[in-house]
Nanobody, 115 residues
Framework: QVQLVESGGGLVQPGGSLRLSCAAS????????MVWYRQPPGKQRELVAF???????NYADSVKGRFTISRNNAKNTVYLQMNSLKPEDTAVYSC?????????WGQGTQVTVSS
């Protein structure tokens, strides 16, 4: 079992920054990829970025150049640094851990970009 806890969401003005954290615990050795998703109000969930166990990363076109995914293995934590935030980035952000047998989800954290 893997447990995920997100933090770092909040209200920010357009152009501002936030850093989301996703702390993992449990059988973390089985995780081969960590993914950030978001679900804007009234819309479907979409992939934002992921980082694999090899360290390779990938981003949605809508966030390339603005968001950065990283990890701290010592803290078992994955981060999503979000810069130059736009109102359309408003969403519930959730982290997802992929293992060979199961996907795990955190509870989500709200990010609101508004003036």
């Amino acid at each position: 079992q893997v447990q995920l806890v997100e933090s770092g969401g909040g209200l920010v003005q357009p152009g501002g920054s936030l850093r989301l954290s996703c702390a993992a615990s449990g059988t973390i050795f089985s995780i081969y990829r960590m993914v950030w998703y978001r679900q804007p109000p009234g819309k479907q969930r979409e992939l934002v970025a992921f980082i694999s166990s090899s360290g390779s990363t990938n981003y949605a076109d809508s966030v390339k150049g603005r968001f950065t995914i990283s990890r701290n293995n010592a803290k078992n934590t994955v981060y999503l640094q979000m810069n130059s935030l736009k109102p359309e980035d408003t969403a519930v952000y959730s982290c997802n851990a992929l293992t060979p047998s199961k996907n795990y989800w955190g509870q989500g954290t709200q990010v609101t970009v508004s003036s």
